[in-house]
């Protein structure tokens, strides 16, 4: 990545999760001087990895056995407001203290004071939110299929960012890696970008954020991480499938599939029997970036091919 890039030049690398956080510790690896500019719609960071995050937590409210019974007790479907509510009561009772839930909204704010702060409770071990997350992992695709697809966009558009902020985190020492860059001046994190255009005369891009403002740069590196729609995936494939109307898109994302066979729906009957995992699923599974779910989901694929044969 960094053999065409000068180290005293500025970069901008689009996205601020873990690829971008990636991209920045390979530029600091090769002792890059260049200030380095990580720009996103949310312009927030990963929180920082806790000890064991997987160990020592029994959720008393965000369970899917309290989703059922809540649809059971009203009659009615299971909303993005229910679900909230449900973490938040979850996440007070772990810290057991009140939560300032506007403080935690870091929507484009202040990302060095956010890493700074997170740095100081994961050393603490005093950080709520990824051991409720981890606990919830087996249950997470149980709870989203129960969502409506109207619930499931307001999901991506509310609380996404900040589920995966949580969620897949930082390891401490990229953290500390990058609050020391920040404090020498050599990266800032910034939100509320609008579009990036690259130059007519080919010498370099153009960066534009929602209130106006305009940086200028001869390097952008995307690390945005991948799309989640059909028609913003680019593979040759993909497209293929698509024109063939072998794969249909899903409301939120990915292709439409069955949960329980990862076996593709198509809306053709001369198509063959596709399968899919990960990415391509994102709409019907939604954590598509575990590994071990992916593992899970492999299985169920096979299981069904062989008894197919």
Not at 70 to 91: C, K, Q, W, Y
């Amino acid at each position: 990545m960094t053999e065409h890039i000068a180290r005293d030049q500025p970069v901008v690398i689009l996205g601020s999760g873990l690829s971008a956080i990636d991209a920045v510790m390979t530029l600091l690896d090769n002792d890059h001087r260049g200030h380095i500019h990580l720009i996103s719609k949310e312009g927030m960071l990963p929180r920082v990895e806790i000890p064991a995050p997987e160990t020592g937590y029994e959720r008393r409210y965000l369970t899917l056995e309290n989703v059922h019974r809540l649809i059971r007790e009203r009659g009615a479907a299971f909303s993005i407001v229910d679900l909230f509510r449900l973490f938040r009561m979850e996440a007070e009772t772990a810290a057991d203290r009140p939560i300032d839930w506007q403080a935690e909204d870091r929507y484009g704010g202040d990302a060095e004071a956010a890493l700074l702060h997170d740095i100081a409770v994961a050393e603490a071990e005093e950080e709520p939110f990824q051991r409720i997350l981890t606990a919830a992992r087996h249950d997470s695709t149980a709870i989203w299929n129960l969502l409506r697809p109207v619930d499931q966009k307001r999901f991506g558009k509310w609380l996404a960012p900040h589920f995966a902020a949580a969620r897949f985190v930082t390891p401490m020492v990229n953290a500390r890696r990058l609050a020391d860059a920040m404090a020498r001046g050599l990266l800032t994190v910034r939100g509320r970008i609008d579009e990036t255009v690259a130059d007519e005369d080919g010498a370099g891009f153009t960066v534009t954020f929602d209130n106006g403002d305009t940086l200028e740069t001869p390097i952008v590196v995307n690390a945005t991480g991948q799309a989640t729609t059909l028609d913003e995936m680019k593979e040759p494939l993909i497209k293929d499938l698509l024109a063939k109307q072998w794969l249909q898109p899903h409301p939120v994302g990915g292709a439409i599939a069955h949960r329980a066979t990862c076996r593709i729906i198509s809306a053709t009957r001369d198509a063959p029997r596709l399968y899919a995992l990960g990415q391509l699923l994102n709409g019907e599974l939604r954590d598509t970036n575990a590994v071990w779910f992916n593992v899970e989901c492999a299985g169920r694929a096979v299981d069904d091919i062989l008894r197919q044969r």
